[in-house]
């Protein structure tokens, strides 16, 4: 895995307002060339974290917060209730996630396997309920067949802020 550049590491601690410290790749770039998501790595502080993919885009982000004060979560959650079809893509999602994060752990962070396992995307551990929008965007742009991910990004217009003033330094 190649290292993640000065620049790019700058631009997401711009974008998130935060350092990060566990970040492995970019996993999507905008057309403007800034970070969208990242890949981390699933143990941070000594302790497990199950989010690998993060969505730093600060459009996307506000576009997914807007579809959540919408009542998205609860509107995609009755979704998933009633199409099998769509849980057993959902479900496929989660295993997939897991499977990447696993892959992702050194040997000497091997202790925290069974932790790691136990949850899906974020650390959900009921499949049919969605702790965030943004979590299942980020696996989708990463590239994950994430069902509900694919349609949040669907839902959303404006895919990128235009001239993108929110990620320069």
């Known amino acids: 895995m190649e290292r993640v550049s000065d620049k790019d590491l700058n631009i997401i601690a711009k974008q998130l307002d935060r350092n990060v410290e566990n970040v492995l ?48 979560v609860k509107k995609y959650e009755r979704l998933i209730e009633d199409n099998i079809q769509l849980f057993s893509r959902l479900e496929q999602a989660h295993k997939d996630v897991i499977k990447k994060r696993i892959s992702l752990l050194k040997p000497e962070d091997s202790e925290w396997n069974a932790v790691l396992t136990s949850s899906g995307t974020g650390g959900i551990r009921n499949w049919k309920t969605l702790k965030c929008l943004h979590l299942h965007l980020a696996d989708y742009l990463a590239g994950i067949d994430n069902p509900v991910g694919e349609l949040v990004y669907n839902r959303i217009e404006k895919k990128e802020c235009g001239e993108c003033y929110c990620c320069k330094l």
């Open 25 to 72: 790749s970019v996993e999507r770039y905008c057309s403007f060339g800034f970070p969208v998501v990242i890949l981390s790595y699933p143990v941070r502080d000594g302790k497990p974290f199950p989010t690998i993919h993060y969505l730093t885009c600060p459009h996307l982000v506000k576009e997914v917060s807007k579809l959540e004060e919408q009542g998205y």
